[in-house]
């Protein structure tokens, strides 16, 4: 399953909450799917929300990248 660990997939499972287990690569295409599974796409509100989470998600995606490439830089200052 994707390489999660049973504990992982068993924890989402079992949450109250809607948990989507997922990773960085991925992350952009799963949640669009999970939101188009959730959400009504055929209502204004539907699709304003689904922008909604679109944005907020490459945002994310953005700010992960640019860690990335901060963590990089400073490991080759140090070598």
Do not use: C, F, P
């Amino acid at each position: 399953m994707d390489g999660y660990s049973r504990l992982a997939i068993e924890k989402a499972e079992s949450s109250k909450l809607n948990l989507l287990l997922t990773n960085v690569s991925n992350m952009r295409q799963d949640i669009l799917n999970y939101v188009a599974k959730k959400l009504d796409n055929n209502s204004e509100e539907g699709n304003h929300r689904i922008e909604e989470i679109i944005y907020m998600t490459d945002e994310a995606i953005r700010a992960i990248n640019e860690d990335h490439k901060r963590r990089i830089a400073d490991l080759e200052e140090k070598s």
